[in-house]
């Protein structure tokens, strides 16, 4: 079964950095998009950020470009999300999720958290100001 697990959320007061990792497993990492998603109380989910390392290809929401950095590390079956400059609006649940790649992603790519098909249970990032 696939089983993703995050780590690295925390306190971190405005302006400082927080890097995430998604562990993944029960999966063949290259056949998945793996994405980074976050929930904010009274908001709905979000894409923060998403990777297809078969394709290159990765996805940012236009409020952290330039602020966060996804990456992979393929034999390690992880997702990482480098958090740099963060801000109070950063604060969320963050999660890690993965779908079955279904076309190149140079021709789709997942961004949507309905469109995810395989979660972690999350871990919460909360920025001070």
């Known amino acids: 079964e696939v089983h993703l697990v995050e780590s690295g959320g925390g306190l971190v007061q405005a302006g400082g950095s927080l890097r995430l990792s998604c562990a993944a497993s029960?999966?063949?990492?290259?056949?998945?998009?793996i994405g980074w998603f976050r929930q904010a109380p009274g908001k709905e989910r979000e894409g923060v950020s998403c990777?297809?390392?078969?394709?290159?290809?990765?996805y940012y929401t236009d409020s952290v470009k330039g602020r966060f950095t996804i990456s992979s590390d393929n034999a390690k079956n992880t997702v990482y999300l480098q958090m740099n400059s963060l801000k109070p609006e950063d604060t969320a649940v963050y999660y890690c999720?993965?779908?079955?790649?279904?076309?190149?992603?140079?021709?789709?790519?997942?961004?949507?958290?309905?469109?995810?098909?395989?979660w972690g249970q999350g871990t919460q990032v909360t920025v001070s100001s």
């Open positions: 990777i297809s390392s078969s394709d290159g290809v990765t």
């Open positions: 999720a993965a779908d079955p790649l279904r076309y190149s992603a140079s021709y789709y790519f997942p961004t949507y958290a309905y469109e995810y098909e395989y």
């Open positions: 029960g999966l063949t990492f290259d056949d998945y998009a």
